[in-house]
């Protein structure tokens, strides 16, 4: 990866972040309830997500797809996230031991922290956009943004409640360590079981949403999250906001019933998939990773075998006609 000059830095300069966050919301509750402008709560897969801001929220901070994920009471098991609109001063400072580095992140860790850098894609150019601190299982996190951050959070409409490209660098750490994970992926429930289709990009996601959307309740046409029921067996899917090309999101889940690996064809056809090797080359082509570390590796691909050995796959081969529909109903009921 290209060598990027940056002065040495140390945590210390950043604020420290609180161990618990569930002490530092029972001190500001009452606060947060008065003046929802700088704290609001988010749920996804039994997650909360607490977001207080240094400017004022409003109901068009935020786009709207995420008022289908707004909560008024947050559960115990909860990420907070913390902006400021002003970058800290790193001159000369250590961060400790770098662990990445690849446009738009330079990743360091030092003792239980770690830091995010927002790194500028030009060569030669040391500005950066944002710093980002956050604990060692990425549940108190503090961000702080630079003026154009602002002027954006400030516009509204804003896709992400981190500010990031996409929440999922965050969110996905988290889930591994509760038994769960993003995959690429539509997700429905149909007849109240979870049928997910995954694929990459133009696999047909957002074409399955689109001809199930008049027979099922689609919870996302292009990310979902598969969570374990805290028993090795049982799986459910949850609905995330990150969507494709079908607008339509929700925080429902449904139990996970089936996974099907989409394949474009002339005709309808639903394939049972029998060997364990192929199963898991394929649902590691559609996971979706944050900054990889090998605990975060050892974590996932132990849900992901789980699922793979209590989870009927397939191959869904289907065609533009919508009859595919009938027969999904007709096999998987």
Not at 34 to 45: M, P, T
Not at 61 to 87: C, G, N, Y
Not at 104 to 114: D, V
Request: hydrophobic share 35%.
């Amino acid at each position: 990866m290209p060598e990027v000059y940056l002065p040495s830095r140390k945590v210390s300069d950043l604020p420290q972040i609180p161990l618990d966050g569930r002490m530092e919301f029972m001190e500001n509750c009452g606060s947060c309830a008065s003046h929802r402008e700088h704290c609001r709560f988010y749920q996804i897969a039994g997650l909360s997500i607490r977001v207080e801001s240094d400017l004022p929220m409003s109901d068009q901070t935020f786009h709207l797809k995420f008022k289908h994920f707004e909560i008024k009471v947050p559960k115990a098991d909860m990420i907070t996230i913390r902006h400021h609109f002003s970058l800290p001063n790193l001159d000369g400072k250590d961060l400790g031991r770098e662990v990445y580095r690849k446009v738009p992140w330079a990743i360091y860790r030092k003792g239980n922290s770690w830091i995010y850098l927002g790194i500028a894609p030009t060569e030669g150019d040391n500005s950066l956009h944002r710093v980002v601190r956050c604990n060692d299982d990425h549940t108190q996190v503090t961000i702080y943004n630079d003026k154009m951050t602002e002027d954006e959070f400030l516009k509204g409409e804003q896709h992400s409640l981190t500010f990031f490209p996409t929440d999922q660098i965050l969110i996905a750490r988290v889930l591994a360590d509760r038994n769960a994970f993003y995959l690429h992926s539509c997700g429905v429930r149909f007849h109240g079981q979870g049928l997910l289709f995954a694929g990459h990009s133009e696999a047909g996601k957002s074409t399955t949403a689109t001809m199930l959307k008049d027979r099922a309740d689609i919870l996302c046409d292009d990310r979902m999250i598969i969570r374990g029921t805290g028993t090795d067996q049982g799986f459910d899917i949850h609905g995330t906001w990150s969507h494709g090309d079908v607008p339509d999101v929700s925080a429902g889940s449904a139990p996970l019933r089936a996974i099907m690996f989409l394949e474009k064809s002339d005709a309808n056809r639903l394939i049972r998939l029998h060997d364990k090797k192929e199963i898991i080359r394929r649902m590691l082509e559609c996971l979706i990773r944050p900054f990889v570390t090998a605990d975060w590796w050892h974590k996932t691909l132990s849900v992901v075998e789980r699922v793979v050995d209590n989870v009927p796959c397939y191959v869904l081969k289907f065609d533009r006609s919508g009859k595919v529909v009938d027969l999904l109903q007709k096999e998987l009921q």
